[in-house]
């Protein structure tokens, strides 16, 4: 009785780590800041370490890159310029050296 204890136990600490680490995984693809039209520079958090971060702009049929920077501190702050700055209702994505991607992030307007 005692082995099949050991062994379910067993599985329960595998399948708890294994959920664990799958929770992890994604806590590691990049975060942007609210993006807003005309922004010339994008704020964020990746992995430390990951860069370079790449923003793409999903808003076309082929997502084109529109920064790139290696600007990260120890904690994976990040700040990429970009080059032309997104309009109001792109998407975009940050990107790491990993290929980890942010949720797509929709460009707002600035307001009144």
């Known amino acids: ?13 595998v399948a708890l780590l294994w959920t664990w680490s ?10 942007l800041d609210q993006v807003f039209a005309g922004s010339v520079v994008v704020t964020g958090l990746a992995q430390p370490g990951s860069g370079p971060i790449t923003i793409l702009n999903t808003s076309y049929t082929v997502p084109t890159p529109i920064g790139n920077g290696i600007s990260m501190d120890v904690d994976g702050n990040f700040a990429v310029t970009l080059s032309p700055p997104p309009i109001e209702d792109d998407t975009i994505v940050a990107r ?12 707002l307007s600035r307001g009144p």
């Open 22 to 31: 799958a929770g992890l995984a994604r806590a590691l693809d990049p975060v």
């Open 96 to 107: 790491d050296a990993q290929g980890r991607e942010s949720a797509v992030m929709t460009v």
């Open 1 to 13: 009785m005692q082995g099949v204890v050991r062994k379910v136990s067993l599985v329960a600490v």
